[in-house]
C-alpha cells in the first residue's frame, strides 16, 4: 500500500478488524518511511450481475433503481428508512448467493413483492401494481382478494 504522505511503499499493519458484518476489513497502517499512520478498507467486489429483461434485453444490476422502486411503494407509510435498508440489504444478499452473472429481472421483481409482503401490505400492493401493471381497479381488488384468501 502506498503512503498518503510520502508515497512510500512499506508500511506495517498495526490493528486489522472486521467491518460489514465481516464482508470487508479495516486496516490502520503506519508507514515505515515517515511514521504517518493512515486507514485502509478491503471488500470483496462482486462480479457485475446482469438483468435479464422481459423484451430479452440485458442491462446491469441497479440496486439504486431496485431501491427507488421499494421507496416509492413506501412513501408516506409508516416504514423507516432503516426498514427499507434492512429489506434491501436482504433482497441483495438473496440475488447475489443465487445468481453468479445473470438474473431475469421477474426474479428481482418477485423477491421485492415477497419481502415488502412481509413488510407491510399497501407497499406490496403499490410495488405489486407497477411491477404487474395492472390495467384498471379489478386488477387491484384480485390482488387484495388473493391476498386475503393466503391469509386464511
Not at 467491518?19 to 471488500?43: D, M, P, S
Not at 412513501?75 to 441483495?92: G, H, Y
Not at 453468479?100 to 421485492?112: F, H, L, M, Q, Y
Not at 409482503?117 to 384480485?142: G, M, P, T
Request: with cysteine; hydrophobic share 35%.
Amino acid at each position: 500500500m502506498r503512503c498518503p504522505r510520502c508515497a512510500c511503499q512499506d508500511d506495517k499493519v498495526m490493528d486489522s478488524r472486521a467491518t460489514k458484518e465481516g464482508a470487508g476489513v479495516r486496516r490502520r497502517r503506519e508507514c515505515l518511511n515517515c511514521g504517518h499512520r493512515f486507514t485502509t478498507y478491503e471488500e470483496i467486489i462482486q462480479a457485475e450481475l446482469k438483468v435479464l429483461k422481459r423484451d430479452n434485453t440485458h442491462e446491469d444490476f441497479d440496486r439504486e433503481k431496485l431501491r427507488r422502486g421499494i421507496e416509492k411503494a413506501c412513501w408516506k407509510r409508516n416504514i423507516r428508512p432503516e426498514q427499507i435498508d434492512a429489506l434491501l440489504s436482504k433482497i441483495i444478499t438473496e440475488i447475489e448467493s443465487e445468481y453468479d452473472r445473470e438474473i431475469p429481472s421477474v426474479e428481482i421483481g418477485n423477491k421485492a413483492m415477497a419481502a415488502l409482503r412481509q413488510l407491510d401490505k399497501v407497499a406490496y400492493v403499490r410495488f405489486a401494481s407497477v411491477y404487474r401493471d395492472f390495467k384498471d381497479i379489478e386488477e387491484f381488488i384480485s390482488e387484495i382478494r388473493t391476498m386475503g384468501a393466503k391469509k386464511r
